[in-house]
C-alpha cells in the first residue's frame, strides 16, 4: 500500500487504519491478536484504539498483540481521550500507556467530540492542558479530536486557540449528501495543514443486505473514500478475510474521477440525502455510554 501524508506532520501512515472497537468485539482474544499481527504484516502500520472501548478491553488486546516481538516499534499508535478536564484526562492517559504497553503515544485524540458544549468544556476544564503538558513530557507526539455528530461541532473545534495535529470524521458516500463532514470540514482541514483521518466507510454500519440492495460493494466503498484527501481510513474488521479485502482495494486503488465520484453519489441520492444510512448524525442511540454519562443522558 502507498503510504501517505498526515497533514503538517510530515508522518507517512498507511493509507487503511486498523480500528480498535472491533478489535475488542472479537469473542477470543487470541483471534484478536492473530488479526492484529496479519494486519502489520499486511502493511497496515496504523492501529487505532480509545479508552473507552469496551472498557479497555480492546487497548489491553493491542497492548498483548504488540509487546510480541517488539511489534510497537512498527505501529503508528493512536488512542483517545475520553474525558475534557485536566485531572479526568490525565488518567486516561496513564490507564491508555499501561494498557498498551508502551511509554508514549504517536496520536492521543480527544473522544467523541459529540454534544454542542465538547469544544468549550475541553478547553474550560483544562482537557487541553492535559493534552499539551503530555506532549510537552513526551508520552503523546500528536494531538487530535474525533466526532460523528455534526459538522459544525467540528468547526468549532477548529475555531479554538490551538493547532491541532489531526481531525478524525466519517468520509462515506453517504456522507458527502447529508450533513456532509466531507464537504464542511475537511477542506477547512486542508487550509490549516490538519490531518485528516475518515471513518465509518460504510455510513457507520449498514443494516442486513443493505449494500447489495444499493448496488454497492465494500471495495467501491473504499475507493470512494480512498479517493478523498484523507491520510487514512479507518477500517473495523473482525476476521482476516474482511482484512484482505480490505487492505487489496488499497493495494489496488486507483482514484475515482470526479465523474465516476458523481454517478456514485447520483445513485444512492435518495437513500444518502435523508440520513437513514447515518442515524449517528441525527440520534444518540450511537454515542458512547461514557460520553452520555458525562453529559447526563444515563
Known sequence: ??????????????????????????????????????????GVTFFDNAWDYHDGRSEERMGKALAVDKRRARVFLMTKNCERDYDGSMRCLEDSLRRLRTDYLDLWQFHECVYDNDPDWIFERGGIEAAIEARRQGKVRYIGFTGHKDPRIHLKMLSKPF??????????????????????????CHER???VLGMKGFGGGYPEGALSRLGLDPIECYRFALSQPVATQVM????????????????????????????????????????????????????????????GFV
Open 1 to 42: 500500500m502507498q503510504p501517505r501524508v498526515l497533514g503538517r506532520t510530515g508522518e507517512r501512515v498507511s493509507p487503511l487504519c486498523l480500528g480498535g472497537w472491533h478489535i475488542g468485539a472479537i469473542k477470543e482474544e487470541n483471534d484478536s491478536i492473530r488479526l492484529m499481527h496479519a494486519a502489520l504484516d499486511e
Open 163 to 188: 493547532e491541532w495535529d489531526t481531525c478524525q470524521m466519517p468520509i462515506n458516500v453517504m456522507d458527502a449528501q447529508y450533513r456532509s463532514f466531507l464537504k464542511d470540514v475537511l477542506p477547512a
Open 236 to 295: 473495523g474488521v473482525l476476521n482476516e478475510d474482511q482484512l484482505r479485502q480490505n487492505v487489496k482495494a488499497a493495494r489496488d486503488f486507483k482514484p475515482m474521477s470526479q465523474q465516476e465520484q458523481q454517478d456514485l453519489l447520483d445513485r444512492v441520492k435518495t437513500e444518502a440525502t435523508d440520513g437513514r444510512f447515518e442515524r449517528f448524525k441525527s440520534t444518540s442511540e450511537f454515542d458512547g455510554p461514557h460520553h452520555k454519562r458525562q453529559h
Open 193 to 195: 495543514g490538519i490531518g
